[in-house]
């Protein structure tokens, strides 16, 4: 249960909002519950359905709109490559093709050791850093600018070490 | 220019903190308002300034605050911190680097329609930035520039971050309205306009970021200041987002008015190789395609002139395009980003991006017929003026126009 | 008053109220605007964009506020879009065109989209013929496609969204019709998009699947053939079927129904229903029914049905002729005279029940109506008088809902009490327990069981609400049996009563039972009285038992029965008090012959014959009138018109209804059918009758009962416990179990029990307990008070009344 594991937190999120508009509250308690396993789990859907007095399928309708909001499970990072026209301009789409194929995964596709889920996203608004990505767990969000298929794999290889 | 009155952290280092923000005049803005203006006043002094949206609508600020209704309450402020368009990325910097003169803004706006609380709605993936507003906005209430009882009068105010979770449309202001009311992003029939039926159906006022990071200035330095920069068309400062092929790509705080050129060449130092421009998309993946020819390049940017090349500033979100790239390569980015943010409510957005969609991956592959490229343009034309909000139409643009006005991109 | 406003569409001059939608004003002057997201009874939402117009407004001089003159005519600007005729509303001096070059290029335009991802289906669409897909695409749909068939977006095309509603994802428009349906209208947010854009997908997330009681109009509304009935997909085409008048028998709301039928080799030849549409009545279930009336319909058709006369012959029941059945059931009672009395149910028409009362009283034995809940006396002389509707309800009156469950016990009204409360009516909710429909009221009062009369009895003593009954411009009062027996809800009504009392006879005012059965208004009206003893009334009696099951419904009436001195049954099947009867008369269901019902709320409705007579079958009026001939009495029995002909000279309140005018209609609002299906979905037009409201007249203002028998508080203790009735929409009455799709929803015989109250007995959800010798299943819901326990009626468990009960683990 959301409201017993992060009872601060979801004070916080609640208060935000008038109390008879609990529902605007639905998007900061997935981010919440994605916090857990990078996905929202099935109690976790019913459990902010219950606590928001919205029915368990207003809630999957948000998750299903919504890009960054997940109900399967993924790789540990989900690492969001920029790959919209101005990135693009500046060799996005090269930059993603060889970090595939230096990673071994297609484009959606996840490392075999599930650290690493490598996806094409739409603008980031860094479109002067190109290329660049995103990198999504369940701690929360991290640009990654400027970067370069080393630094990349870099990058990856030390978040292999730190789960270590 | 020498002085920056948005991206003043170039100017200012530390600005991102609070007493350097207090030390170099922070506050007084939002002080002054509330300590000795009416809040019609204020809105007066925006509407006078001349002061745009630049959102990308470009409508008059002041303007829209005037429209708030005074029989139903509570009001709203709701700043748009969506920045989603291809090629927009200075409300980020802005939110990034300095901070408390956006937040300012937002507390003046608050005031000004009497509203107690504020929401800033930012983009998912602004997760960092939202929570770093978090900390500015703790800051904030300890020093007592949000609260009760501000500045020993009456008005009190609360600033509240709200994210996103990754969707374009969001940026539309009705479809973020309903998005912070936890539903799926999805626009609203206008009229009724959020300044009447706004947040939980009530009075609204949606501003872009870099919009409300101007009102402290203007207060400050008063309406007749503000106006004398820029155009007399367009007041003020902008902030151009430049990208694509040049050789530094950034954001770049001018005047109203300043041309293509000296963005491109004297701001963006050129194109990447020393290449010769092709195209410039003036507002994001949403722009029409402008052929660079001498008369484009030449042109002020300020919102009249750019309309008369047959193109829209918006947001000034610049993608420069050299010619190592084919016309139809570009469409076909564009219309892959708005099938998939697309939000799916009226027909022919939902069915016109997705056929969209197929002829482009057509012609990409091969197919570069003279009945496909036909179709694709007449799909595009389809679309416009029936969709029930202008992302719709926003998809078309580059389409259409990248067909008139590179016929040559579309022959094989 | 709203203000009018006058404007031109097509070229045709029409003043309407301000604020109309350009679709309405429209469609009052036969325009027919396509359309397919809106909806006239939801929230407009501009979505689909088929119905965009050209739309010009006068032009005004900005200086003088005058119009700008063009020659001698008002000059009109054209805005540079097309407007949406569905959210656009009218202004004065507005021009409309829905048949210009552009307007029609643009249908055109939005209908080719559409069809991008529409499968064309067509041949093997339930929808195919009532769709207005295809039929637009008829009138405007270029005969070739520019789309490439192989890139066409494929998806799933039979998705169960729950046992009852299958989707077609292909098929599927995305106008958010259904979705909006359950969200605005049933109140029951079980459907929802998923993803976006092409990917936009309906989903439902509810356990049971699609989980609501107002399911199926999603079906009739859905412009396409994406949403269908698990009962009727791939059942028939709706070109094929004929269309019969009907009245729903599920409840006392009287929704007006459409039985579509077919001839068939299926069903042997014979004429079988394929389906049930609701039938348009704004003063009814303007265009709804719920899931219990478009699926329960299957009893008519069960194999089980009596065919043939019965009779007692050494001990056993054999079949026999009706001539000898009637002899020897009018010959007992003959012998019998005033010691015979009648048990008839409210599941019989208006017909049924006059002739059998005629019987009774022609032969001085007495007309009993058999039911758990009585007070009837007081609705049918404080009933709600004629002009009586409650989607005319809004601020100014007061609806007192008591004792009732009506999401459970008439769904319909229901949601019409939701909408009433939606435009502002003051609903107040007095219930022992939490109902659903207490989200929509303004007041919520609770009490503890056997403190109903007490409670209502205060009301007008308590602040706010008081002043919300007394100061009322109208008053309505339902009340119901929700944990009560006949004894509790006669009390019940006679406290109720007190409060309408000095506003009888004026509409939008009065008392309205919450009955268990379609007709049992009816058998009021006609003076039926309810027994609290049965038992001890059926000793040494001879009794002619009409489409009732008092041994069915509880052994110590089968044991009563066997002391009777000779029972004769009229029914549809073998029931329990059949199989003890002596003579046993086959009746004809109600799908299979004429007459009429009173609802609750007074009105009389017809139904028509929708199916042929099962075998040696008779209608149950005519079957009375036969045994009536038998014994030399005079009773009509040749047509139900007729009867109703005598019935409305011998009883006051139906004086002056006949056939003839039951079947008159008059124009309603939203106007359905005529030349479109998509403005009001498929929901049938009503050429056939929208019914009468009976009259209070003066006359019959009938004292309220003097000795209101007060209903004694039951206080549970230590290890006993306070058992009630309650009803479920879903049970196992025999018209109910019969419909094979229900089963699911039906479910096992549960009591419910409060949480806690599991916790002191040791058991927990899904475990059994044991009451009064039967087990049952336990479910837990917080709204039940503790040490009590709800059991459902008709779930095979005979607690009728309130009574205090041990409880324990089994
Ligand atoms: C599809 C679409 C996307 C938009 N995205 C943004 C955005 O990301 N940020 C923004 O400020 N305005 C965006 N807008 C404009 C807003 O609807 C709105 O006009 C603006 O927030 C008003 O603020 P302003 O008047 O200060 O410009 C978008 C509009 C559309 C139609
Ligand atoms: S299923 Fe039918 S009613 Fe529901 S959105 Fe699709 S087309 Fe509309
Ligand atoms: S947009 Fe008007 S009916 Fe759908």
Redesign the pocket.
């Known amino acids: 249960m959301l409201a017993e594991k992060y009872p601060q937190e979801v004070k916080k999120i609640l208060a935000k909002y008038p109390p008879e508009q609990k529902r605007s509250a639905v998007m900061p308690l997935l981010y919440l519950a994605q916090r857990e396993s990078g996905y929202v789990t099935k109690e976790a859907l019913k459990d902010i359905a219950a606590m928001l007095e919205i029915t368990s399928t207003e809630v999957v309708s948000i998750i299903g709109f919504y890009t960054l909001f997940h109900d399967e499970k993924a790789g540990k990072y989900r690492m969001q490559v920029c790959t919209d026209l101005p990135c693009a301009l500046r060799g996005a789409d090269k930059f993603l093709e060889e970090l595939c194929g230096n990673l071994g995964v297609k484009v959606g596709g996840t490392t075999a050791d599930g650290m690493v889920t490598v996806e094409a996203v739409m603008c980031l608004a860094a479109c002067d850093k190109a290329p660049m990505f995103q990198l999504q767990s369940a701690d929360g969000i991290e640009y990654h600018e400027n970067m370069t298929v080393d630094r990349t794999m870099e990058l990856v290889e030390a978040l292999r070490k730190s789960k270590a | 220019m020498s002085q920056y009155f948005l991206l003043r952290h170039r100017d200012i280092p530390g600005i991102g903190k609070i007493d350097v923000y207090k030390k170099n005049g922070g506050f007084e803005a939002f002080k002054k308002a509330v300590t000795s203006m009416k809040p019609a006043e204020v809105t007066d002094a925006v509407k006078a300034s001349g002061l745009r949206g630049r959102g990308g609508a470009g409508f008059p600020a002041g303007v829209k605050w005037s429209f708030i209704p005074n029989n139903i309450w509570p009001h709203y402020v709701v700043a748009n911190a969506d920045e989603s368009e291809p090629g927009t990325f200075k409300d980020r910097e802005i939110m990034e680097s300095n901070p408390y003169q956006f937040l300012e803004g937002v507390a003046i706006a608050a005031y000004a329609v009497g509203a107690n609380a504020a929401y800033v709605y930012l983009r998912g993936e602004f997760w960092p930035v939202a929570h770093f507003l978090d900390e500015k906005i703790a800051e904030m209430e300890k020093a007592g520039f949000l609260g009760d009882k501000l500045f020993g009068t009456d008005y009190s105010l609360r600033i509240h971050t709200h994210l996103g979770a990754g969707a374009y449309i969001c940026g539309e202001e009705t479809a973020l309205l309903e998005s912070m009311e936890g539903k799926r992003g999805q626009p609203r029939i206008r009229p009724p306009f959020p300044a009447v039926y706004g947040l939980y159906g009530k009075p609204t006022v949606v501003n872009n970021v870099e919009t409300l990071t101007n009102v402290p200035l203007i207060i400050e330095k008063g309406a007749d200041w503000y106006k004398s920069l820029g155009t007399p068309d367009s007041a003020g400062v902008k902030i151009f987002s430049l990208s694509g092929r040049v050789k530094k790509p950034g954001n770049y705080e001018l005047p109203f008015g300043t041309t293509f050129r000296e963005l491109i060449y004297k701001y963006g130092g050129g194109i990447i190789d020393d290449r010769p421009v092709k195209a410039i998309m003036a507002a994001g993946a949403s722009s029409t395609m402008i052929v660079a020819d001498d008369k484009a390049l030449d042109t002020p940017m300020d919102y009249a002139s750019v309309r008369a090349l047959g193109a829209d500033l918006g947001s000034a979100s610049v993608i420069v395009i050299d010619d190592t790239v084919s016309i139809d390569w570009v469409i076909g980015k564009t219309i892959h980003f708005f099938e998939h943010e697309s939000c799916g409510k009226c027909t022919p957005c939902r069915e016109g991006c997705y056929w969209m969609l197929h002829l482009i991956e057509r012609i990409e592959h091969g197919e570069k017929t003279k009945e496909n490229v036909e179709l694709l343009h007449s799909v595009a034309k389809q679309m416009q003026n029936k969709c029930l909000c202008p992302l719709g139409e926003f998809s078309t643009m580059a389409v259409t126009t990248a067909i008139e006005r590179f016929p040559a991109d579309f022959k094989d | 008053m709203t203000k009018l406003v006058t404007l031109i569409i097509d070229g045709q001059q029409t003043t309407v109220p301000e604020g109309t939608l350009i679709v309405n004003a429209a469609k009052k002057i036969g325009i027919d605007i396509p359309l397919?997201?809106y909806h006239p009874k939801m929230e407009p939402v501009g979505m689909c964009r088929q119905c965009l117009v050209e739309v010009g407004r006068p032009v005004v001089d900005r200086a003088s506020g005058q119009p700008v003159l063009d020659g001698d005519k008002p000059k009109i600007q054209f805005g540079p879009k097309l407007e949406t005729a569905c959210t656009t509303p009218v202004s004065e001096g507005m021009v409309v065109l829905s048949q210009s070059e552009k307007a029609k290029a643009s249908q055109k335009e939005i209908l080719e989209f559409l069809l991008t991802s529409h499968p064309l289906d067509c041949p093997v669409c339930d929808k195919g013929g009532e769709c207005p897909l295809q039929n637009l695409t008829l009138t405007h749909g270029s005969p070739q496609s520019r789309f490439i068939y192989d890139e066409k977006s494929r998806a799933e095309k039979h998705v169960p969204l729950g046992e009852l509603i299958w989707?077609d994802r292909e098929?599927?428009?995305?106008?958010?019709?259904?979705?909006r349906f359950q969200d605005e209208i049933a109140g029951e947010p079980v459907?929802a998009f998923y993803n976006r854009g092409r990917a936009t997908d309906?989903i439902t997330n509810s356990e049971p699947g699609f989980d609501s009681v107002f399911s199926g109009n999603?079906t009739d509304?859905?412009?396409?053939g994406?949403?269908t009935t698990a009962d009727f997909r791939f059942g028939a085409r709706p070109w094929e079927m004929k269309a019969a008048t009907s009245i729903c028998a599920q409840c006392a709301v009287g929704c007006n129904i459409t039985f579509n039928t077919r001839r068939e080799a299926k069903s042997g030849g014979k004429v079988a229903i394929k389906r049930v549409m609701p039938r348009q009545n704004e003063a009814v279930n303007e265009i709804w029914i719920c899931d219990k009336g478009r699926f329960a319909y299957h009893f008519a058709e069960n194999n089980e049905r009596l065919e043939k006369p019965l009779v007692r012959r050494d001990g056993e029941l054999v079949k026999a002729s009706w001539e000898e059945t009637l002899k020897v059931a009018a010959s007992k009672l003959a012998e019998s005279r005033e010691k015979m009395f009648v048990l008839a149910s409210g599941r019989l028409s208006n017909e049924d029940l006059f002739n059998l009362k005629q019987l009774a009283y022609n032969l001085g034995g007495e007309a009993l109506l058999y039911t758990h809940m009585g007070g009837g006396e007081l609705t049918a002389s404080l009933g709600v008088a004629s002009g009586t509707n409650f989607g005319e309800m809004g601020a100014g009156t007061t609806i007192l809902v008591v004792a009732s469950d009506l999401y459970n016990e008439a769904p319909l009204w229901y949601l019409r009490l939701k909408q009433a409360a939606e435009r502002d009516a003051t609903l107040i909710v007095v219930n022992a327990r939490e109902t659903k429909l207490e989200r929509y009221s303004r007041f919520v009062i609770r009490y503890s069981y056997g403190d109903e009369v007490e409670t209502v009895s205060e009301l007008t003593k308590k602040a706010n609400i008081g002043e919300a009954i007394s100061g009322a411009e109208n008053l309505v009062i339902l009340y119901g049996s929700d944990g009560l027996g006949l004894d509790g809800s006669s009390a019940l009504a006679a406290a109720c009563a007190k409060l309408v009392k000095s506003r009888a006879g004026k509409a939008n005012n009065g008392l309205i039972g919450v009955w268990p059965r379609a007709n049992d208004q009816g058998a009021w009206e006609l003076g039926f009285k309810a027994e609290a003893n049965l038992a001890k009334a059926l000793k040494g009696k001879t009794v002619y038992i009409a489409v009732a099951d008092p041994a069915g419904d509880d052994p110590a009436l089968a044991t009563a029965l066997k002391e009777a001195k000779f029972v004769i049954v009229q029914e549809l099947f073998l029931t329990e008090t059949a199989k003890l009867a002596d003579v046993v008369l086959p009746a004809q269901a109600y799908t299979e012959r004429e007459g009429t019902f009173t609802s609750g709320e007074r009105r009389v409705q017809r139904f028509y014959p929708a199916a042929l007579p099962r075998g040696e079958t008779k209608a149950d009026f005519a079957i009375t009138a036969e045994i009536a001939k038998e014994l030399g009495l005079e009773l009509e029995g040749r047509s139900a018109a007729r009867v109703m002909d005598k019935m409305a000279a011998a009883v006051n309140s139906f004086a002056g209804i006949t056939y003839g005018k039951l079947a008159e209609v008059s124009e309603q609002w939203p106007i359905v059918g005529r030349g479109d299906l998509y403005y009001g979905g498929a929901a049938y037009e009503n050429k056939q009758g929208l019914g009468v409201q009976l009259d209070l007249t003066p006359g019959d203002l009938t004292p309220a009962p003097s000795s209101i028998r007060r209903g004694e508080s039951l206080r549970p203790d230590e290890d006993r416990w306070l058992a009630v009735p309650i009803t479920r929409l879903y049970d196992l009455d025999v018209t109910v179990r019969t419909s094979e799709l229900l089963r699911q929803r039906i479910g096992a015989a549960a009591v419910l029990l409060h949480p806690d109250a599991a916790k002191t007995l040791g058991v927990a959800a899904g475990g059994r307990v044991e009451i009064n010798g039967s087990r049952l299943e336990v479910r837990l819901d917080a709204g039940v008070p503790v040490r009590v326990a709800l059991v459902p009626r008709s779930m095979g468990v005979s607690i009728h009344a309130p009574v205090i009960a041990k409880l324990k683990k089994a």
């Open positions: 397919f997201c989707l098929r599927c428009i995305q106008c958010a019709r259904c979705i459907l309906i999603t509304i859905c412009p396409v994406a949403l």
